[in-house]
């Protein structure tokens, strides 16, 4: 969470630094802010969007080649001017920008308080700034250096920026557990917490690792890690296009998120399968197939929407591979010492690739000789880099808040996983494989066809948009995707929103059912479509209204239905990557309906770097 953008070079950095926060403010928008460099040092910070920080500073001295901005996501000190960063020393000299936690700030304030330091703001960010000026003074020593000393001081996470006054051609950057990445231009650098803001000027990038700092002027790049040994950086080439991270006519990033679907699952299959075949092959998984084929039990750790994606798996790797499988929250995992053996195998999701609580739940299984498969959207991320083997979903930059193509990549490639590891047990035919996987071949178009029902999804949107509750229901593959649905919901519209398997209705959540009560029910042809008919009846006894996700051609559900959208007809266990579209969009319109901001959702941010 929190945005960084930094450059140095030979442009007008003012220019270069708002339109990267605008590309980064999806990681936080409580308030933006900005240094420059023009002979002084220029400082604009401002509550609220990047937007408002250009009204600020609209008039104002915004000349200089150097600077760094900020796009903030509050965790210490309430959202307003004072607590928006970039923050100063006591002197004024030095400004800093921060992304992560000092968790050890409130020692470190109390002791600087008593050698006479004055603080301005709540923040944790402050007290780092205070401390590398006063070990810059006390120990006479360079600003790198006292940055580096500082560095060994604090305990937490952070990536941060640094500028000095008195130093007007360089840029001081330290990274641990935030993610940062220097582009290299000609007589330029750019920094920023992902490469979408540095896009544009060069695809050389490189990525800065943990406990690494970078001393960073217009024509050098010095990386040194925090023990003051110098580095040697590997130049990665950005594979992302500009017009990924642009809207491309939508309205909103969401909207054109959820209608690239059939392309973004297209894509995280692409080169992976060859159906006529029945090959299936994930890069990632043939270095570790023995211990995937002899492990007794995966446990997939994840957050959000991809803990829900990890939830489809399990149904699919059962199901198919017959192997044990564990769902975790990472953040309930990494504290309640975990039983984790050599044998186990631990799946990662995340779009992001930066998920604090993610990362640390590899770490613990790392520490305990468990073997870590990664399965990412942002390619050379954290967590791809913290596993042993993985797969990227290559969904696309997901730059809406509320993630929706990053889902049905994942689902995609987990489908292909538990398939692939069905093969390597012997649990699956060949002919079965080959019926499977071209049963998802035809999932883009069959996504294309799901996306067609907008205009009606629309219309049942308006009927719904004042409604204070909502019940999501599904069973088997379908329970996670009634807790995604209701996640989406809730996360954009702030309607309070539940999902429960439609069976557990009947053990509590059936007390909420009256006339008002939306109940959106994912009612799709499979195995326990008449269990699901139930529970439909139970609701309509009540008289909750029923809003149905039904199969095409149905006709049973639909004469007990309120609302019925159709979706095309599959294979059971690829119903999830169908059922979940009218879900997006009916959460979309809902939320556009009652005004809200849906790439930008209140309190939200798209990586939750702290934990
Ligand atoms: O980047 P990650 O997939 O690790 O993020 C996990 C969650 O923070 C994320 O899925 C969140 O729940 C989204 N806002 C859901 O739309």
Known sequence: MCGIVGYIGHRNAYDVIIKGLKRLEYRGYDSAGITLLNGSMNIYKKAGKVSDLENFAEGKDINGSVGMGHTRWATHGEPNDRNAHPHKSNNGKLSIIHNGIIENYATIKTELIKRGHVFHSDTDTEVLIHLIEEIQHKANVSLEE????????VVGAYAIVIISEDQQDELIVARKGSPMVIGIG????????DATPIIEYTKNVVYLNDSEMAIVKKDSLVIKNIENVVQNPVIHELEMQLEMIEKNGYDHFMMKEIYEQPKSIYDSMRGRIRATEGLISLGGLKEYETKFKNAERIIIVACGTSWHAGLVAEYIIEEFARVPVEVEYASEFRYRNPIITENDIIIAISQSGETADTLAAIELAKSKGATIFGICNVVGSSIPRASHAGAYTHAGPEIGVASTKAFTAQVTILTLLAWSLAQIKGTLSRTRVVELLTALEAIPAKVEKALTSNEQIQKIAANFKDAPNFLYLGRGFNFPVALEGALKLKEISYIHAEGY????????PIALIDENMPVVVIATKGSILE???????EVKARK?????IVTEG?????KMADYVIEIPDTEEALVPLLATIPLQLLSYHIAIMRGCNVDQPRNLAKSVTVE
């Open 146 to 153: 006292a940055v580096r000393l500082s560095l060994h001081e």
């Open 501 to 508: 398997p439609a069976a557990e209705m009947k053990h509590g």
């Open 554 to 558: 149905d006709t049973e559900v639909k």
């Open 186 to 193: 000609e007589g330029e650098h750019f920094i920023a917490s």
């Open 531 to 537: 269990k699901t008919i139930s529970n439909i009846q």
């Open 544 to 548: 909750g209204i029923i809003i149905a």
